[in-house]
């Protein structure tokens, strides 16, 4: 008998090493939907913001480099300028799927853990996007002219049965485990807004309108989702972001089409960029009249699904008129009850002009400081001390 019980108590222990190995066991409260609770609470409190106070500005890759600099401790272009980190960082997993130490804007997969957990301990929220390359082609996630008769094979070849399944499969689990790698040193697992499979609503990616149909995007998410939960998953808040393209229809038809499903997303995003070029004041106006139609569009489609809407990435690359923040964006922003927007990233050394948050000496550093003023652009000040991942359960 006492055999009997002490293999009992031994397999018990094993199953509990080994569930705790796949991210699935921490000591912290769960909620009823599977996921931790700090999970559920960063979405509830995310809501309530929205309503009551207003949205987390975001950065991308805010604390990896800026202009003039790179992988410095603790630095990042909004905290040169305003003294403030941003409430919400972003980064990008690109590159993990194909073993790289770096991912593909040469940040190194151990520094941006590191930088997630900093962000987190200091209140804050973290988004994660993915552009992985081409599973058939093994071209990057971007569609190329050459390319274009693999685009269009690619995701029946990574669905069910498909021959590059097995292979992608192994890419959402190494994208899995990474995420349920976010731990701080006490075994907390840091909540994260994932957003796979963004800008949908273009052809530039592998993933886009053109190479796939709305039922293959949809078995795409709901693909990624089970992978997810077979690999325990519990820390992720979902997001699906589409975009703007030329000669869109504003019709609810635009979110509509490809949406993965109400079981499958917990905040609709946006993409939308103001390309307008230096003095080119009209071109500024229209990019407001056209993100203020979206947005409009975008909080009601998600209204009706009981869904947090977000500008999931925007910004003006290179800031091309020194208003462009109290004028273009402020204005829009403060009509709808978005719950961030993410600006992206500052990468001159890669690309020259490729920027979109001011640093010193920038002619809009004037005008962001007023916006970051607004009372309702949430930068970390303005959400410490509000418990955006606390552990217990918050209503
Ligand atoms: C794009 C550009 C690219 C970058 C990619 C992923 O918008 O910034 O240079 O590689 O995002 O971060």
Known sequence: MKVKYMLIAVVSFIILIFLGSCGGSTNEDMADSGRTQRTENLLSNLRKLATE???LFGHQDSPMYGAGWRGADDKSDIKEVTSDYPALMGFDLGHLEIDKDKNLDDVPF??????????F???GAVTISWHPDNPLSGGTAWVTDSLKNVECKTIDAILEGGEKNELFNHWLDKVADFINSLQTEEGVKIPVIFRPWHENMGSWFWWGRDWCTPEQYKDLWELTRKRFDEKHVNNVIWA????RYWGADLSNNLFSERYPGDDLVDIIGWDQYCNAEEDDSVGFYNFSVELDSSLNVLCQFAKQHDKLPALTETGSEGIKADDFWTKSLLPVLNKYPIAY??????????KPGHF????????SVSDFIKFYNDKNTLFLRDINGLYLNKETKTE
């Open 53 to 55: 106070k207003g949205y």
């Open 240 to 243: 699906y972001s589409p975009n």
């Open 110 to 119: 151990d520094s941006m853990r590191i930088h997630i957990i900093k962000q």
């Open 341 to 350: 927007v993410l600006v992206w990233r500052n990468a001159p050394h890669d």
């Open 121 to 123: 301990n200091r209140g």
């Open 356 to 363: 979109y948050v001011p640093y010193i000496g920038h002619p």
